[in-house]
């Protein structure tokens, strides 16, 4: 298993959609395991593989609390096909935005229809910080980032302080 650099914003990748994995074949199974590594080593509780720099639509999560033995999943092509009307609200922070947190609202629970490393087709409904987490991680793959779901102003400051960062980083 390998640690991937995360890519972090304003790096353009990250407004990319990501494109259907096709085959789940021994790439992809790497990816995944590359991606846990990553993950866990960053730490995080998810991660979609853009973040990573490949624009394939597989996500890895484990959101199991320290100290409780690891719960990881890999989603691969994950849609979601249903949501609750009823929304709840979470302190999300990023891999790619380091060191921001907002509250972000979004739907309580999630129905999600994904393959797994096997290439089955399963469906899974999640509430709680899974639901939070598996919306966070497939809005990566369709180019969306958590702060496109704050207020303008909240969301223009924050890539303004991360586009000058990145701009002293380049000058160094």
């Keep these: 298993m390998t640690t ?3 890519l972090i914003i304003p790096d353009h990748q990250l407004r990319t959609t990501s494109a259907p994995v096709g085959k789940i074949d021994s790439e992809i199974r790497k990816l995944v ?5 990553t993950m866990y080593d960053a730490p995080g509780i998810g991660l979609a ?3 990573v720099g490949v624009q394939k639509r597989v996500i890895t999560i ?4 320290e100290g409780e033995d690891k719960k990881p999943i890999a989603l691969i092509n994950p849609e979601i096909i249903a949501a609750s009307d009823e929304t709840s609200v979470y302190s999300e922070g990023c891999l790619s935005i380091p060191d921001y947190y907002e509250e972000v609202e ?3 629970r999630v129905a999600v229809r994904f393959q797994d490393l096997d290439g089955a087709v399963r469906e899974v409904e999640a509430e709680g910080l899974f639901a939070t987490c598996v919306q966070h991680e497939i ?3 369709n180019g969306v980032l ?3 779901h704050i207020s303008k102003l909240k969301r223009d400051r924050v890539i303004k302080k991360f586009t000058k960062a990145a701009r002293h980083t380049a000058a160094i």
């Design 106 to 108: 979004r739907p309580a």
């Design 139 to 141: 809005d990566h793959l």
């Design 4 to 6: 991937r650099p995360i």
């Design 33 to 37: 395991e590359d991606m846990f590594e």
């Design 49 to 51: 593989a853009i973040q």
């Design 62 to 65: 484990d959101v199991a609390r």
């Design 146 to 148: 958590f702060i496109d």
